[in-house]
Every structure is written in C-alpha cells, then in structure tokens.
C-alpha cells in the first residue's frame, strides 16, 4: 500500500511561522487573561463623586439638608494645625473640633447626614495654614490627631490635599506618610476600612514632579492609596491655548493615569489601565476660576462627566458645593471669585447633579438605611437631652432649641402646639428646622441667667428709652423704641409688637464678660 501523501515535509519557514503563531496567540491569550482581571479589578472599585464643602465659610452651607442625591456625599474641608498648638487638629484654624460642634453644630450636622444616608468624608490640608504633619513633628501625637477626627465624625474615608510649601516639604511628607499608614493599619486590626486619597495641584501634564514625589513616598510608606485625586483648575501659563477647561482637564486626566501606572509599577504593583483609572480623581473648580479668564461652565462639567463615565475615573468632586448657585444680583462682579457663588448663569441645572452623574455613588448599607414598619415610642430623657424636651403647652421663640424624639430641633418663629416632627407640614410650612439626632455623649445644656446687676430690673412705671436695657426673668431685654408699663413678658412669647427684644445668648455672654472684667463698669 502507497504512501497518501508522499513527499509533505516541514520545512524550516514553515516551522518558523507556525512557531511565530503559536507565541502570539499564547501571547494573546495571556493578554486577554490580564484583561478580564484588570476589568474585574477596577469592577470592585466602587466610583465616586463627592462634592467639597467650605466648613467655615460664610454663608453657612447646610450639607446636612442636601438639594440633590449628589449632594449627599459631601467632603468638609478643612481640618488644619491649630494656630497655637500644631498637634491640635482645628477646622480652618478658627474652631477646635469641640469649637466647630458647639458654635457651628458640625457634630449634629454630620450625624444628620448620615442618619440620612449620605456619606461624610474630610479633608485635611489646603493652600492656606498648615496642614497637621507640617506642624506636628511627634508621630505619635501626629498619629492621634488625624484619629482624632476620624473617630469623632465616624469617617471611612480621607481626603489629603497636599499644596503650597507643604509639597516641598520632604520630612512631613514622610511624618504624613507614615502616620496614615499606621493608622490604617490600626484600624483594618479592628475591623475598619479607612479610604485615603491624596489631593494634588496638576496642570495639563499631569502631576508636578513635587506631587509625584509625594505619591511616591506615600506608596512606599505602605499607604494604601485609593487614588489621587488631581485639581483640574488654576492652570496659568500652563492652559493649553485655544482649548477648553474640559480639554485641559482631559490631559491632565491622561498625564496622572500614565504617571500613576509608572510609580505603581516602579513600587512593584503593575495594574492594569482599568484599575489605574480608577485611582485617578479629578477635581475641578466650578464657574469662575481664580485665574482670569478660567471659567469651568456647565457644558465643561457635562463633557467630564461623561469622560470620566467612559473611563471608569474613580472619583470625581468639585470646588465647591458652596459655590454651587447662581451669583444674585447684588453680588455686581461674577469676575470675582465667590465662596457662596459660581459665578456663571446655571438656571436651574446644579454643577453637582451634572458631575454626579458621571459616577455611580457609594452603595449604602440596606441594613443600615432599612426603616422599621412600625418604628418604637421614643422617650425623650431630660437628663440626657442636650436641651429641653418639647412642650405642646410652651411657647418658643426663633432661634430656641428643644429635643423631640431623639433629634434636635430649632424654632424658625415663634410656635406653640406645633409638633415639631409633623409627617404632614413641609418646607415654610413648618416653624421647625431639624439639626440632627441627639448624640451619644450629649448633656444637658445649662439655661443661661443673667447675674443680678447685669442689668438694672425691669420696673412698670418706669421710663425707657431706645436702647435701654433690662433684666427681667434671667435674660437681658433691649428696648426697641420708647416704652412704658409694658413688660417683656410679650417678647418672651415671641410677639413682634413687643417693645422689648431679647438678647441673644452670645451678645448676654459678652455682656456678662465684660461686666467682669470691669466690676465699677455700670450696666446701661
């Protein structure tokens, strides 16, 4: 019987490019491998966005009643060394983290926010003061200052912003350094997850050599990195001519995704470009931007938004949530850089609701957010309540504070009968504006009285003139124009046609300060 097929051999050629095609799909193969694990990867990264907040700004921000679900996610900014210990965390430098509850109720704000379901998270730094690590040289009080705030606010996520001279600052970068990584080691030992991302100035190259070196030194500390977030904004010189502030921010987006791939992998960490993207933040300034002729408009924020959707940026935020509005008309020059204001002509679309849409937002815990069918009786305890349990029968005046079912809540008028959690009343319709929950280590708050002598008493048949002053049940009373016969009992009640108005207790705290300070001193 014959050969079939006599004489087929493989020749050397032949050989080579059967080899050459069994090496590419080998290759080809891995390379899709590395792919679907690089998708699965940046999958399991959730993408955020999360809006910055002015804590100390005036006007005062109400981050804890959020206009829009992309608001819920808020960053406070900022957590700074106090100015007269540098180991002292402050916000802003103006208020200690007790300061900041008392006068501006941070802490009941905060616990609002998260009863409502939104996300808290703080940022500490900024181009103004000193950030902790720049001031604070005991890693160990340096350590306890940045836990310090996270435990206080019950935060899983911080936000560095790194600017300025503290850049250059190469020993507080490492005290930085070193300090977040043990505390994130602390906390994953009780079970606890802290996000950290570092804030960085960029321009349309991406990260500056100071910022680079900055990222770097946090990976090699064992910082685990959620990303960096880079601030598209303020460009300069550096603004690529004849493109907009979206194209500017797009390069500087593909700059930091190329450099962070190259630290990652100089560290010993090659990530795929999907999880790479995702530890890319983008953060630009809305409207009016420092720089003159910058303005981040609100077709800008739509085509970043669905620039970082295609790419799976994993945060995207904005300077700032309180900024987020049209100037009003007394405000005459929208050239000048606004804390209340953009600057721009928004109508009635939010910079926050168009960026927010770029990014899918944290998932909230459905155990945690769940609300019974039938919710318990709360019983309000007066030995505990920050301030005096609400009273159908009493009467309260604008600005006066009581407890109802756990939460606490401040008269916008005078009210009496009004239930302060009415499911019905809404909006103006309600003389009741709630500030958050009753907290875990709240205690009554002493009912200020004015000192006998702080003022003289109130007497029926006497005389008083604009401006007088007078006791009468425990607080000060000024009169409001010419007066006889007529007690300040009404004021106590709220009556506009009063003649007398009640002082506030920071103006009686003055006067009660002062009146120590010169004891000869007569009270008007």
Known sequence: MSERFPGRKLSLARLGVL??????????????????????????????????????????????????????????????????????????AAYSLDGAGSALDLDRRVARLQQLGGAVSVSFGGLINSELATSCTDPVRLEAAYRAVVDRYNVSSIDLDIEGEALGDVASLDRRSAAIAALQLDRRRDGKDLSVWLTLPADPNG???????????????????????????DYGGSKLPGRSMYENAVSAAEATHGQLTTLYKAAGSELGSGTVWRKVGLTPMIGQNDIAGEIFTLQDAQELSSYASTKGVGRLSMWSLNRDRTCSPNYPDVKQVSDGCSGVEQGSPSFATILGAGVSAPSADPAASAQPTSAPAVTD??????????????????????????NVYEAKWWTRADTPDDPVLQGAATPWRIIGPVLPGDRPTTQLTAP??????????????????????????????????????????????????????????KIIATASASPTATPK
């Open 19 to 92: 080899t050459s095609i069994a090496i590419a799909a080998t290759i080809g193969a891995v390379g899709a491998w590395g792919n679907f694990q690089d998708v699965r990867a940046a999958g399991a990264i959730p993408s955020i966005f999360s809006g910055y907040v002015d804590v100390t700004a005036t006007p005062r921000y109400a981050f804890e009643a959020p206009v829009s679900k992309e608001a819920q996610n808020v960053l406070l900014s900022f957590i700074v060394a106090d100015g007269k210990d540098g180991c002292a965390p402050s916000w802003g």
């Open 452 to 509: 006998a002598g702080t003022a003289p008493q109130w007497q029926p048949a006497t005389v008083y003139r604009k401006g007088d002053r007078v006791l009468f049940e425990g607080r000060v009373f000024e009169a409001k124009w010419w007066t006889q016969t007529d007690s300040p009992e009404a004021a106590l009640q709220g009556s506009p046609d009063s003649p007398w108005s009640k002082l506030r207790d920071e103006e009686l705290l």
């Open 207 to 233: 990260m500056t050599t100071a910022g680079t070196e900055a990222v770097r030194r946090m990976i090699a500390a064992g910082t685990d990195l959620a990303g960096v977030n880079v601030m598209t904004m």
């Open 381 to 406: 305890d007066p030995s505990t309540s920050p301030f005096p349990v609400w009273s159908e029968a009493a009467a309260y005046t604008a600005g006066e504070r009581i407890v109802w079912h756990s």
